[in-house]
């Protein structure tokens, strides 16, 4: 069984006082190349709650139907992150469109938005576009820059992992698409709740650019390696 937490008030710097919540492992693909090599999540207290909760030791957590209600009773309006550790419903590589659809309805009144590492296949691509189509941005998630140009072209909000020493603000894609350097991850006075006037630029599944992310944390010299394409061992 999936277990869910949400934190209603975070207390992330990046993030800002936002609900927050938490997806146990077992929702995160093993094709994940980052996984193992540098997710953010793996390491650091983040690493410590998850891994209880993907363990059924934490208190407040929650199955997914009373995880769904928790969203439903949001305020209207409220700005939410989805998942700051695992990923959409469904065990592995698979998104579970009917627990999606349903998360996307109980969150239509809200403004919330998530990030995704499940591949692509026919009907998980349709999951995530119908739940955008609810109302709740899934942003596709790029393990490099060379690959936003195929996820955009599905018509998908993307975001991408960057090297973690690039400075610069925006750079283009081979086909000439922006990627936008999220700007919580070089400035100080932002963060996802003051980011857009209280709409974020993630939030917004009908942007024509891709926002990009440093690696970052103590993973990231293994998350480099993803970036520039190393296979494991290299």
Known sequence: MELYHITQRSENAKTGPIPVSTSDRSTCPP????????????????????RRLSKGKVKRALNFEGFVEAIRNLPEGQLWRYAQAGDLPGEGDHVDADKLEQLAQASA??????YSHKPLSPSNLAAIKRA??????VNASANRPEEVDGLMGLGLPTVTVLPSDFTGKVLRTEKGRR???????????VTCATCGNGRPRCQRADRDYCIGFPAHGS????????????????
């Open 179 to 189: 990627i936008v350097v999220c700007p919580a991850t070089y400035r100080d006075d």
């Open 132 to 137: 955008i189509e609810l109302g709740f941005t």
């Open 31 to 50: 094709s994940c190349p980052y996984r193992g090599r540098g997710c953010y999540a793996e390491v650091g207290p983040l690493a410590f709650f998850w």
């Open 109 to 114: 009144h809200t403004k919330g938005w998530s």
């Open 219 to 234: 993973g990231r010299k293994k998350a480099d390696k993803v970036v520039n394409g190393e296979e494991p061992g290299e």
